[in-house]
């Protein structure tokens, strides 16, 4: 009797843990931790985040579909994210340039590990970045 509730209770466990950790969040904290400029010709090299005019710090509303930035020294604002796609192991952000005309950017964020990956394309440079997310109560 002891070992048939001990499994139930170990295939109940696992259900939520696994139902847990392959959704989406509704918001998450996420900082860039690297930033690397490409150019042709020139290649990449690393620059910060300023430098790239990315904010080091933003937090995603998946279901708002929008990414609030606070740079330091800078005013809040936040910007309409055009594509949001959750799948079962990543949130698929896309989006295109607001205040800069001719600048497309996109991001992963896994599901599993919390680790953001994208990039920012405009017409004579891209700039790869990685960091960290983390769901934001």
């Known amino acids: 009797m002891r070992l048939s509730i001990y499994k139930g209770c170990l295939g109940l466990a696992a259900v939520c843990v ?8 509704t918001s ?8 690397y400029e490409c ?6 090299k690393r620059i910060s985040p300023k430098d790239a005019n990315l904010a080091g710090v933003m937090v995603l509303n ?3 579909k929008q990414l609030s930035l606070a740079p330091l020294g800078g005013r809040p604002r936040a910007d309409d994210i ?9 949130v698929l952000l896309y989006g295109i340039g607001k205040r800069q005309a001719d600048r497309t950017w996109s991001a992963v964020i896994s599901l599993k590990t919390g680790s953001l990956s994208g990039g920012v394309s405009t017409l ?14």
Do not use: M, Q, R, W
């Open 18 to 25: 696994t139902s847990a950790t392959s959704h989406a969040e």
């Open 28 to 35: 998450y904290l996420c900082a860039v931790n690297e930033v």
């Open 39 to 44: 150019v042709a010709v020139t290649g990449c």
């Open 62 to 64: 998946v279901e708002k």
């Open 82 to 90: 055009d594509i949001v796609t959750v799948t079962e192991d990543a």
């Open 124 to 137: 004579d440079s891209s700039f790869a970045f990685s960091g960290t997310c983390s769901s934001n109560p």
